[in-house]
């Protein structure tokens, strides 16, 4: 009885020394995914050649953003 007694004490006393379990901290997404997408162009000038170059640019803008919040999904999954 009395060495049951023992081992039982010495597995509570080991037990109350083990580590708790680490927190996850998930390190943040790096810098180049965490910019904001940019503010679009106003179209100013009413020709043609003026909003073929807008679209472009803001088509360009666009796809530039959508590919970084598609980066961070894709590295982020739920």
């Not at 020394?17 to 996850?24: D, R």
């Not at 807008?54 to 739920?78: F, I």
Request: net charge positive; aromatic share 8%; proline share 12%.
């Amino acid at each position: 009885m009395r060495n049951l007694s023992i081992l039982l004490f010495l597995s509570v006393a080991l037990s109350a020394c083990a580590s708790s379990p680490k927190t996850f901290k998930p390190e943040p997404p790096p810098a180049a995914l965490r910019q904001p997408c940019p503010q679009l162009p106003v179209l100013t000038e009413k020709t043609g050649a003026a909003a073929f170059l807008w679209s472009r640019e803001v088509v360009r803008l666009y796809n530039d953003c959508a590919a970084r919040h598609d980066a961070l999904t894709a590295a982020w999954p739920n």
